[in-house]
């Protein structure tokens, strides 16, 4: 029995085959004009201030359609627009409750400071009061 490696038998290479067959794999093929379609519905479905996320699906809609069509020049340009709104929509839908909430903290910051000094200003002056009333 034969035990070096590697052994020969079992490499055997089938006859019809050539040896240096080989399998290409595409990888990054073009699919065409991109529509934009899950990210204008979640435009959409979040916040959608303005009407950006519906405008941002309507063009979306529009470029799917396009596409199917076989209208490439227009579905680029509907997906270049549908892009468009969906940066103006995240933009937004990021922005303004950020804006909010740093209002929100920054008012509840702002009155724990003004509450804190009227009760100082109160105490000190309860605390004059009383030492004037018992002095006379």
């Known amino acids: 029995m034969d035990t070096s490696y ?3 038998d ?8 050539p040896d240096n067959a080989h399998t290409v794999v595409d990888i990054g093929a073009p699919t065409g004009p991109r529509d ?11 916040l959608n201030l ?4 519906f405008m941002a699906l309507v063009y ?9 069509q076989g209208n490439e020049p227009a579905a680029r340009r509907y997906g270049r627009k549908a892009r468009c ?3 103006l929509a995240t933009v937004w839908n990021i922005a303004l409750p950020a804006f ?13 400071q003004v509450v804190n000094a009227s009760l100082d200003f109160f105490s000190l002056r309860s605390y004059l009061g009383s030492t004037d009333d018992d002095s006379n």
């Open 100 to 112: 909010i909430l740093a209002l929100v903290i920054t008012g509840i910051v702002h009155l724990s």
């Open 85 to 87: 709104y969906n940066i």
């Open 6 to 8: 590697p052994r020969e």
């Open 10 to 17: 079992i490499f055997m290479t089938h006859p019809n085959k």
């Open 60 to 68: 979306s809609v529009k470029a799917r359609d396009q596409k199917v």
């Open 50 to 53: 303005c009407c950006l996320g």
């Open 36 to 46: 934009h379609l899950l990210w204008s519905l979640c435009n959409t479905v979040y």
